[in-house]
């Protein structure tokens, strides 16, 4: 059965970069992209970007050019997501999903279970 | 960015009602709009793609119509497990968006 697995909780302070990881199994990772898609507190669902498992192109949202890298390893079927000089305004819930289709962010069969990333000094 | 708008932004109902979501987008996105449930805690789940197909493994009491900007989610007959936020989704251009969700609360 297709998993995504993302790592564990993290705390930052602003200003800092983290990493979150996104591995996946039960399906062929080269077959897929995946999107980032995170969810402040209380709030609701954003798209942050996409990645092809097959050959690492991106596609980022606007608002987080040249704060945030999305990679993958295809030898572990790992996705990465990295987001730098972060706010407190970046404290949310971060989901790995899968692109249901071949095309960057269409809808997202498969979710991770969430990664919470803090941003407090 | 194409807005999504739904209503209610939240909604009490009693088991085994019929109950409806509205999703208006900010313009026409065809039948690309997907329909998530997310209970409290965890990740969304897919329920209904491309307007109207329902996601395998989905009950069939919930169905979803519409095209253009007007979407409709209904929830045939609805059970204590359907207490949950429900969002609606665009992929017709980049970035896809989300609507704000809609709260379904157990009258």
């Known amino acids: 059965q297709v998993q995504l697995v993302q790592s564990g909780p993290e705390v930052k302070k602003p200003g800092a970069s983290v990493k979150v990881s996104c591995k996946a199994s039960?399906?062929?990772?080269?077959?897929?992209?995946i999107s980032w898609v995170r969810q402040a507190p209380g709030q609701g669902l954003e798209w942050m970007g996409w990645?092809?498992?097959?050959?690492?192109?991106?596609n980022y949202v606007q608002k987080l050019q040249g704060r945030v890298t999305m990679t993958t390893d295809t030898s572990t079927s790992t996705a990465y997501m990295e987001l730098r000089s972060l706010r407190s305004d970046d404290t949310a819930v971060y989901y790995c999903?899968?692109?249901?289709?071949?095309?960057?962010?269409?809808?997202?069969?498969?979710w991770g279970q969430g990664t919470l990333v803090t941003v407090s000094s | 960015d194409i807005q999504m708008t739904q209503s209610p932004s939240s909604l009490s109902a009693s088991v085994g009602d019929r109950v409806t979501i509205t999703c208006q987008a900010s313009q026409d996105i065809s039948n690309y709009l997907t329909w998530y449930q997310q209970k409290p805690g965890k990740a969304p789940k897919l329920l209904i793609y491309?307007?109207?197909n329902l996601e395998t493994g989905v009950p069939s009491r919930f169905s979803g119509s519409g095209s253009g900007t007007d979407f409709t989610f209904t929830i045939s007959s609805l059970q204590p497990e359907d207490i949950a936020t429900y969002y609606c989704?665009?992929?017709?251009?980049?970035?896809?968006?989300f609507g704000q969700g809609t709260r379904l609360e157990i009258k």
């Open positions: 491309d307007a109207s």
């Open positions: 990645i092809s498992a097959y050959n690492g192109n991106t």
């Open positions: 989704q665009q992929y017709d251009n980049l970035p896809p968006t």
């Open positions: 999903v899968r692109d249901a289709r071949a095309v960057a962010g269409t809808f997202f069969d498969y």
């Open positions: 039960g399906y062929t990772f080269t077959s897929y992209g």
